[in-house]
């Protein structure tokens, strides 16, 4: 893995999804060389929710250069900011 991957779980009839999407997409902006996988849990074909062991949405685990993995939950954006920073540093 060339850069980092944040894997965005969110679904379709999540209240607190639909709250933080404009967030998100700031964060798509602010962080322009992380490559951003939007995943619907309700229509996973790849799995992805399997493997990061994600039950909660909005999620949004980081997978760093090093495979080191991070995750926050929630509609509190620090959190979010905070592991894409990390994983960046990685």
């Known amino acids: 893995m060339s850069k980092v991957v944040a894997f965005h ?4 009839t999540c209240a607190p999804c639909k709250a933080i999407k404009p967030a998100v997409e700031d964060l ?33 685990v980081v997978v760093s250069k090093t495979l ?7 509609t509190a954006m620090m959190g979010y900011y905070r592991i894409i920073r990390n994983a960046l540093k990685d």
């Open 68 to 74: 080191k993995t991070e995750r926050h939950s929630g």
């Open 9 to 12: 779980f969110w679904s379709p």
């Open 28 to 60: 798509k902006e602010e962080f322009p060389d992380v490559e951003w996988v939007s995943v619907n849990t309700h229509n996973d074909p790849e799995g992805y929710s399997e493997k990061f062991n994600v039950s909660v949405v909005p999620t949004i």
